[in-house]
Nanobody, 120 residues
């Protein structure tokens, strides 16, 4: 059973930084296609923030380019999101996402979400 455990959210002032972590269990790294972060603000659709493919290619939303950095620890099957120069509009619930094969099935797996609140 694949589980994603997130940590690192919280309240920060505008201009501050936070680092999110998401550790995946129940899935082997070589069977992972992508690991990433999405966010959903109140009244808005869930959107991609950043993703990293198995080969290392990174993809960022235009709104976070130059401020956020996605990275990973292959051994720990963990993905990180370093968020710098945070803005109030970054306030949202952030969800970890892993796409890959486990128990013979290709699926998209989601974490429980972690709240990020940026005050002005």
């Amino acid at each position: 059973q694949v589980q994603l455990v997130e940590s690192g959210g919280g309240l920060v002032q505008a201009g501050g930084s936070l680092r999110l972590s998401c550790q995946a269990s129940g899935i082997i790294f070589r069977f992972i296609n992508t690991m990433g972060w999405y966010r959903q603000a109140p009244g808005k659709q869930r959107e991609l923030v950043a993703a990293i493919a198995n080969g290392g290619t990174r993809n960022y939303a235009d709104s976070v380019k130059g401020r956020f950095t996605i990275s990973r620890d292959i051994v720990q099957t963990t993905v990180f999101l370093q968020m710098n120069s945070l803005k109030p509009e970054d306030t949202a619930v952030y969800y970890c996402n892993v796409d890959g094969y486990s128990s013979g099935s290709y699926r998209s797996y989601w974490g429980q979400g972690t709240q990020v609140t940026v005050s002005s």
